[in-house]
């Protein structure tokens, strides 16, 4: 079970900064031991203490399934409860009924709330990232694991390094949501059975199962007669729980400006069909960015694009019906590249998913809000 946001706060000792890990100097490590090697450091000591430590990244090493997730994600709420709030929706997924038992059933629906506990944050800029309405599409459940921890980890109001500070102020400046895993039933189902699985784990009877998350938004919805269909609507608007968990996240929190629905593969950053001619200033300069971001990162150069997904997707429901900045990032090349391949997406995606805060975090700045 993930901690939920109404159980009483686990009783570690209260802080609000991270306290590094000290850093081991690399050339420490990378000499060769002898009797007479002595290091210029002792190994457990770095040149300025915790204050000068620098930027952490490289926490995700690998494919992560749902239930590793939920560890890590309830292990960070313990050690950084002035930080990270796990919310419960309230809503149940269908279940798990894969060959894997230990893990069967429903699961919570759940979103995290990154950031200090500000009297003020419901004012802030919002921003909500998530992963994996799609199951097979797993690179993006690490990414956002990894910019999870990125972003508790490297906050330290006290920091004197410049990536600390920026990263700090993100927290600071904006209200940031992500959800590692909105489909949990399909992402096991995705890691223990088939694992090209694409749906929920929705019943549909005659043997046929699951429907397409990224077709069951209210808007443009469509009704569809094939439930083998790897693109399935379902039976209505918004049918489905993991649909309406994050349909629930925006509308409880009216300050999301910004919805990243991270999905594979393609190298694409989509915006939606129909944006108005400012708008479609401000997504040349917001995919510019993110283009820019992630091209640094490994030399690969996304394309960026107008959704061609025309009814009941995410892209269009948000901007069309809640008037947010929503994009659709297509990552990589593959569904499931082999691990070293992932890793490389993964920091893509991290750096990407960072642009974008920082595009919000701008955004904040110019119309006045904080
Ligand atoms: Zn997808």
Redesign the pocket.
Known sequence: MFIRQDSPQPQAPVRVAPQPQPKVETEAKLAPVSDQYEPSLPMNESVSGPMGASFQEGFVEGYLTPSEIEVRVNSLAEEFPNLLEVIDTGIDSHGYDGKNPDIQGPEDLVYLRLGPKDSDRDSKVGIFQYAA??AR?RVNPMTMMELTEQLLRNYDPESTDPAIQANTELLDDLDVFVAINTNPDGHNFSAFDEPMWRKNRKPLGNGEYGVDI?RNYPYQWEVSDKPASQTFSGAGPASEPETQALLHVVDKHPNIKFVVDW??YGEEIRRPMGTSAEDNQFYDKMHGRVDSAIKAVAGNDYETVVSQVTKGSSDDHFYHVDNIFSTVMETGEEFIPPENEALVVMQESVAGAREFLEVAQDYAEDTGRA
């Open positions: 309405p799609h599409e990224n999905h594979s």
